[in-house]
T-cell receptor, first 115, second 114 residues
């Protein structure tokens, strides 16, 4: 009865490299959300995905960031050409396909450090 | 501006003492309200939530929260704090039924002294 799983838990990248963060939702959940937590701040919504669809990406930076949730496999948050300001904790959450999107179950997060 | 406010950046309480963490929101309608706890290096764990009904909500780990519409508040309480409660606590809201953007406060870090 695993919860939301994220990997890697820690990721170090140099400026200009790409970062790929993975999220496997809870079993039976088909809605995935990504949030970013900058140091000393609360979480900020980035994007909401269902299988093969981006539902809302209003919190995503316009450039370098993308997300997908393919039919098979985990959801991926991809950050191209990382900069120091991308250093943060990235959390994934999931919710079931039926009503109940308000209650989201969070993973342990990926802590990204850009050198 | 619409927001979730946690006025206390950090709080220190003695083990065994009572605890109250404050949360206020500024939205026109009553949102869905949540409290999460985040231990160092960990993800968020849901403590409790309020959607409607009884304004005093019981959660896990002995926590409770009271919704006060007149004050737009949803304060978290615990009668007797344990050292293991030391963590960061986030108040959060979702604005409408079926909404999915959870909006978080900045958090309150709780320190527990022996």
């Amino acid at each position: 009865n695993a919860g939301v799983m994220q990997n890697p838990r820690h990721l170090v990248r140099r400026r200009g490299q790409e970062a790929r963060l993975r999220c496997s939702p809870m079993k039976g959940h088909s809605h995935v959300y990504w949030y970013r937590q900058l140091p000393e701040e609360g979480l900020k919504f980035m994007v909401y995905l269902q299988k093969e669809n981006i539902i809302d990406e209003s919190g995503m930076p316009k450039e370098r960031f993308s997300a997908e949730f393919p039919k098979e496999g985990p959801s991926i948050l991809r950050i191209q050409q990382v900069v120091r300001g991308d250093s943060a904790a990235y959390f994934c959450a999931s919710s079931p396909p039926s009503a109940g999107q308000e209650t989201q179950y969070f993973g342990p997060g990926t802590r990204l450090l850009v050198l | 501006a619409q927001s979730v406010t946690q006025p206390d950046i950090h709080i220190t309480v003695s083990e065994g003492a009572s605890l109250e963490l404050r949360c206020n929101y500024s939205y026109g309608a009553t949102p869905y309200l949540f409290w999460y706890v985040q231990s160092p290096g960990q993800g968020l764990q849901l403590l409790l939530k309020y959607f409607s009904g009884d304004t005093l909500v019981q959660g896990i780990k002995g926590f409770e929260a009271e919704f006060k519409r007149s004050q737009s508040s949803f304060n978290l309480r615990k009668p007797s704090v344990h050292w293991s409660d030391a963590a960061e606590y986030f108040c959060a809201v979702v604005l409408n039924p079926g909404g999915f953007k959870t909006i978080f406060g900045a958090g309150t870090r709780l320190f527990v002294k022996a």
